[in-house]
């Protein structure tokens, strides 16, 4: 058989990397971690942007430069160009006129001159009124033409973008051929409203027309959107003079029309247009200045580039109920920013649903929620920076990555059982292999041995953390969040055997998954209800009889709570005699099960500090006092230094 190599074109590559989004996951996970919602999270790291060796843009910085944008188009000039332009040219015209009457000593000159000076200050009825005329002045006479034709070139351009090129010159065919053209545009709206358009009868449009559309629109919808926004961008401006300067525009537009013989066709077209787009603003105005006089078509396009950007503007903020990232018109971005800009919002639109389609994040009706597999690399994160601080030498420094591993090698190894997260033994597994069936090397699960280590006893771990409010308004709430979720990774992939519960307490206390601890709220009540806690840490305790105990207390405050014998909770402040005494009576019951219990202490009330070091004369825990942000080092450190 032979066979041929070259580049893979049926699609995304199956052997590329999977897209990292690691640092993604990171950055929504810290400010969940710190109280937010995991909407919020994903949205403030969209509005960033992921930033990186890449550079990319975030919404906010897209944001940015369409503002600046509409700041340059807003600034480009004055919308009443095309009068002062008309103006002038009729004023030239008629100057040449007198120029060449002046000589003339005849009657006739003189009533000629007689009605010159009889034109109406209008610029539209004056123009109207020479329609008929005959110019003495040959001057004059193509001063004028040149002002009928500047008339009928920027109307129609002014509707449809990039049509005066075709009717330069002047050429009456031209201006035929566009009458035509607005015909057969006029009759394929109306029978698209019948139901009986076809994709074949554009087409057969495009195909005799399309040179006088340079943005070459694919479907009658796209045609239709691109003129209906010129169209309404006209209406705006017109509306945005004014009423002398509007009854002057008007009047000049509709005899340039009706003198290129289009008055009806445009009407036509404006009316159905309207009908095809009501959501458009046709009533608005907009404001615009500068020194510059901008031409009818000129202005027309700038205000249809000013509504494109409020709308691309709307979109990026991304502030009304239901915002989505498709909401952003890609074809706006790339019409307003450039190809760059489109990459970015790309990579953004990326991030987010790679971080679902990976298994970080997951809706459940119409709420964003981590995942498990979120959760765990939070955890994961978090043990990290821990590891990252703790001092050279000490135990857990490096970042462990053997998941499962129990102990210290043996230099044996066994067959691989299902569920074994020992480190895979590579040379015996290939060796199975080869001995099996040394024609045809094929990995089967027999095949597989993993290697042996020596069994560490097993330990119960309980971290009970304070989520009283006074946790938030101190500063500790997702420095303890994130300790629990490390001090979980840790256990979990490089303790197994190890069996962990986080106790959460205020009023009262519950035992939490690290999914819930990820997007837990502080409980805004009174009460740290540490006898509960102490309660249900026992209860951890005595369902793994053998195990080494391990108990370890997260808290900012004095016992304020206890549990009635109904199980309802009791607040206290200051502490009651009997919520003491109910709490060291948990604590005496840990010392009996020979569980030591070492106490983060979090702030320096003097009741909080003669509390613990009653507890710690008890019970022989230890008490440490971490610095702001090093509360996991602490913890993390001393379970390593309990597990030996």
């Known amino acids: 058989m032979r066979y041929r190599y070259g580049p893979y074109r049926e699609g995304p590559d199956p052997l590329a990397p999977p897209y990292d989004v690691r640092e993604a996951l990171d950055a929504v996970g810290e400010e969940v971690l710190n109280g937010g919602r ?27 430069e369409v503002r600046e944008r509409r700041r340059e188009l807003s600034g480009r000039g004055r919308m009443d160009g095309i009068l002062q332009e008309a103006r002038a040219l009729l004023d030239t015209a008629v100057g040449q006129e007198r120029a060449e009457l002046f000589p003339d000593p005849s009657d006739e000159a003189r009533l ?60 009456p065919a031209g201006t035929e051929r566009v009458k035509h053209m607005m015909a057969a545009l006029n009759a394929m709206l109306e029978a698209d ?35 209906a926004r010129r169209s309404a961008a006209l209406n705006r401006l017109m509306n945005s003079l004014d009423p002398e300067q509007r009854a002057e525009l008007a009047g000049l537009m509709a005899e340039a029309l009706q003198d290129a013989g289009l ?71 790339r019409r307003a920013l450039g190809r760059s800009a489109v990459d970015d919002l790309a990579e953004l639109r990326r ?78 597994t290939v060796s199975n292999a080869l001995l099996r069936d040394p024609s045809d090397v094929r990995l089967l699960p027999e095949d597989f041995e993993v290697k042996e280590t020596e069994r560490r006893s097993a330990a119960a771990v309980c971290l009970l953390v304070d989520l009283s409010y006074s946790m938030v308004t101190r500063g500790s709430w997702a420095d303890a969040k994130q300790t629990a979720l490390a001090l979980h990774s840790l256990v979990s ?108 202490m979090l702030a320096e009330d003097r009741r909080l500090v003669a509390f613990v070091e009653e507890l710690a004369r008890r019970n022989g825990g230890r008490v440490f006092s971490p610095d702001s942000g090093r509360l996991g080092e602490y913890v993390v450190s001393d379970y390593l230094r309990a597990r030996g």
């Open 38 to 64: 995991v909407s919020d999270a994903l949205r403030d790291l969209l509005r960033r942007g992921p930033g990186g060796e890449n550079g990319r843009r975030g919404l906010d910085d897209l944001l940015r």
């Open 112 to 171: 000629r001159e007689a009605e010159l000076d009889q034109l109406p200050s209008d610029t539209a009825r004056a123009v109207r009124a020479l329609r008929d005329y005959r110019w003495r002045s040959e001057a004059a006479r193509r001063t004028f033409e040149r002002l009928k034709d500047l008339l009928r070139d920027d109307v129609l351009d002014a509707q449809f973008e990039g049509l005066k090129q075709a009717l330069q010159g002047g050429d």
């Open 193 to 227: 409203a019948r139901g009986e358009h076809r994709q074949e009868d554009f087409d057969a449009f495009m195909a005799e027309y399309g040179d006088l559309f340079p943005d070459e629109p694919r479907t009658l919808e796209e045609l239709v959107d691109s003129l």
């Open 263 to 333: 008055e009806l066709e445009m009407s036509r077209l404006g009316d159905a247009l309207r009908r095809r787009r009501p959501d458009l603003d046709w009533s608005g105005t907009q404001r615009m200045d500068g020194e510059d006089s901008l031409g009818l078509a000129d202005a027309t396009g700038a205000l249809a580039d000013l509504a494109d950007l409020a709308e691309l503007e709307a979109a990026l903020r991304q502030d009304y109920p239901g915002a989505d990232l498709a909401d952003v018109d890609e074809e706006a971005v």
């Open 351 to 428: 991030i987010e649903a790679e971080l679902e389609r990976q298994g970080y994040l997951n809706r459940e009706g119409g709420r964003l929620e981590l995942t498990p597999k979120a959760v765990r690399r939070l955890g994961q994160s978090a043990l990290r920076k821990v590891f990252a601080r703790l001092k050279a030498g000490r135990n857990g420094q490096h970042d462990q990555r053997d998941a499962g591993q129990a102990g210290e090698f043996t230099g044996t190894s066994r067959q691989w059982r299902f569920g074994d997260e020992q480190p895979l033994d590579v040379v015996r």
């Open 493 to 600: 992939t490089q303790y197994p055997q190890d069996a962990i519960q986080i106790i959460g307490f205020s009023r009262h206390a519950r035992v939490l998954r690290p999914e819930q601890m990820a997007v837990l709220d502080s409980d805004w009540v009174q009460g740290t209800n540490l006898h509960h806690a102490l309660l249900l840490a026992g209860r951890h305790l005595d369902a793994h009889p053998g195990f080494d105990p391990i108990v370890l207390v997260v808290t900012d405050g004095e016992p304020t709570a206890h549990l009635r014998s109904d199980g309802l909770p009791v607040f206290d402040y200051p502490p009651s005699p009997e919520t003491v005494a109910l709490t060291f009576a948990e604590v005496d019951k840990m010392t009996r099960r020979g569980a030591t219990l070492n106490v983060f």
